[in-house]
């Protein structure tokens, strides 16, 4: 583990901005967003099918998301 510096802290790691997934006619992701920071711990909770794998599939570059920016 590093240490965080002050000019590291609030710094996005991760940023994913209005992703949106369909496959067939089920719409997995609308617009959803993700901001993880160094630093910080972000868990990502949501029912079953919420679509929390896609989300994460597309921030791995398995998915590529019908539209928004990673
Ligand atoms: N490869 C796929 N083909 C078709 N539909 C899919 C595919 N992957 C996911 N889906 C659908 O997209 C929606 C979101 O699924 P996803 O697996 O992302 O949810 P999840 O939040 O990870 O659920 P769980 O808590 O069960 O792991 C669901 O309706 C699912 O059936
Ligand atoms: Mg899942």
Redesign the pocket.
Known sequence: MGTTTTAEAGTPKIELRGIS?S??S????KGASLFANVGEVTA?V????????????CLSGY?SPDSGRS
């Open positions: 997934k496959f067939g089920v719409q997995a992701l990502i949501g029912d079953n099918g919420a679509g929390k794998s896609t989300l994460i599939k998915h």
